[in-house]
């Protein structure tokens, strides 16, 4: 990307956090929005530690998860005032 074009645009990373229950199917139950990649990565880690697919047993088939960080492009003229 040129420095010109940098000047328009920001790079977050989006994880997709997903509530998943068998005979329900998943859907997406929330969205967050990091400025780096590092931040982005040890949200994933820790949510995903306590909130991870289940042993099949009938008292926990819930669950949610996040996704791994993906890359969004952000406008930024979209946002300026004109």
Known sequence: ???YARQFVKMK???Y???SEPEWGQRLDDIKIFD???EAEEFVRKFNLSNKEP???PN???YMYATEPVVTIVDE???CPT
């Open 55 to 57: 042993e099949r047993s």
């Open 1 to 3: 990307m040129s420095e």
């Open 17 to 19: 956090l997903i509530e």
């Open 36 to 38: 780096n990649k590092a």
């Open 60 to 62: 926990r088939i819930w």
């Open 13 to 15: 990373y989006t994880v």
């Open 77 to 79: 003229l979209e946002s």
